[in-house]
């Protein structure tokens, strides 16, 4: 590392050059609030005294992160004791209206999963720095246009813009509703008339051949979880936070018991949810509405997969147990844990390591780098239509129903599922990786 990156959502971070031209991540509390009796007023952060020479990767800076924030928070709970931390006061410019939004306890900023407060930090940030000293009582329709047009570079960048309106959207709205302020209400009145153009939908979708060849690379190379993940995705059609998890810092609400460097997994497939005749029941992290949601076991959408009903599926187990798929028992598997592990951590990828991982066997497999592996799932859907599938079904297969359907309506979608796995593997030419 030549220079000290700069790490987003990680406030009060320093960068410390060691005497072998490293750096070393502290967090350093404010002057002002150290001066009442606050302490500690430095901690080290990363590289763990332990790991000297760790690699600052993916799940290091998240670590970064949530000891940043943790220590942050601490340090307001200081000072707040103290009758000292008063909440921002919105006088009129968007700037203090934005940290109102994130910081007022009735916001729905704060309802939130970790993710969505990343994506929404990141544009609101854009947001602050190109328009944030502008007065809400100066700010007209035109300006909203012209502010998208910039945001977008004149088209070159709409689906960004795009989103950096809808956040400015939610903002607005927070500003009308809870704070009641006379210009959000008219803002608010004239961005439900104006309409702002949106970024196409993907086109790209993956096929069954890519797949198989991209499976026969992961195998032949010993990343027999990148095969089973690629199946996963294209043959069940599951969302890859679905598949593979995803790490939060501790503060989020969820209970795991895959715990790294600050961090713990949530939402990706466990053996646990596997039954002795592989029958596999998930909850989508999708249908999860709001940060909450995951402690409430009767929140979100429960699918089951009959795993038996997926060929490309079934392989690669066959493959990971050595033996053929008619002699697969489940006790060749663990009877618990994360489904999905990087060969070289022994834990579950991040969704960087997994994605440059995936890369790099799609590229092996020819597969252009307009597809990405987020169009797998899309991909299965694709062929499902294209063999003759009703849409709705199709639909059924995929859990698009919001999470207060009704238990006969899942049921069903569960038994359409299963008849959508048996539709496609008949009708699919390739399901087996020896076919070229």
């Known amino acids: 590392m030549t220079t000290p990156p700069r790490l987003d959502g990680a406030p009060g971070h320093r960068w410390q050059p060691r005497a072998d031209g490293r750096f070393v991540c502290i967090w350093v509390a404010r002057r002002d609030i150290v001066k009442k009796g606050y302490s500690p007023k430095t901690q080290r952060i990363w590289p763990p005294t332990a790991e000297p020479d760790a690699v600052l990767d993916e799940g290091a800076r998240f670590y970064i992160q949530s000891e940043c924030q943790r220590l942050q928070d601490d340090m307001h709970s200081f000072i707040k004791g103290r009758g000292e931390n ?166 989020e609400p969820g209970m795991s018991a895959i715990v790294h460097r600050g961090l713990k997994w949530l939402y990706g497939l466990d053996w646990s949810e596997v039954s002795d005749g592989f029958v596999l029941k998930h909850r989508l992290s999708k249908s999860l509405r709001g940060k909450d949601a995951i402690n409430d076991q009767k929140a979100g959408k429960t699918k089951t997969f009959n795993l038996a009903l997926y060929p490309m599926v079934m392989e690669d187990l066959a493959l990971i147990a050595g033996c053929p798929v008619p002699e697969l028992r489940r006790d060749m598997f663990p009877a618990s844990g994360p489904v999905i592990v990087n060969k070289e951590t022994g834990q579950p990828f991040t969704e960087t390591s997994y ?79 020896t076919n070229k």
């Open 86 to 251: 008063k909440p921002p006061k919105f006088d009129g410019r968007l700037e203090t209206l934005i940290e109102c939004y994130k910081t007022d306890p009735d916001s729905d900023y704060l309802s939130l999963r970790h993710k969505s407060r990343k994506t929404y930090d990141s544009h609101l940030r854009m947001v602050v720095q190109t328009v944030g000293q502008r007065l809400l009582a100066e700010v007209k329709g035109r300006d909203l246009k012209r502010w998208f047009r910039n945001w977008s570079e004149d088209g070159k960048h709409i689906p960004r813009a795009h989103y950096r309106m809808t956040c400015l959207r939610l903002v607005i709205g927070f500003g009308s509703a809870m704070l009641e302020d006379e210009n959000c209400k008219r803002l608010r009145l004239i961005l439900s008339d104006l309409e702002f153009e949106q970024g196409r939908p993907r086109e790209y979708v993956i096929t069954a051949e890519q797949v198989i060849k991209l499976r026969q690379g992961a195998h032949a190379a010993g990343d027999r979880s990148i095969a089973l993940a690629q199946s996963f995705q294209f043959d069940v059609m599951l969302r890859q936070k679905d598949t593979i998890g995803a790490w939060v810092p501790l503060a």
């Open 355 to 433: 994605r440059t991982r995936w890369r790099t066997y799609a590229t092996l497999a020819g597969i252009p780098k307009s597809i990405q592996n987020r169009d797998s799932r899309a991909g299965g859907a694709t062929e499902a239509e294209e063999l003759g599938l009703d849409t709705e079904k199709v639909r059924k297969a995929l859990g698009h129903s919001k999470p207060e359907t009704t238990r006969i309506y899942t049921r069903g979608d569960d038994a359409v599922t299963a008849q959508v796995a048996v539709f496609r593997s008949e009708k699919r030419p390739a399901n087996k990786l």
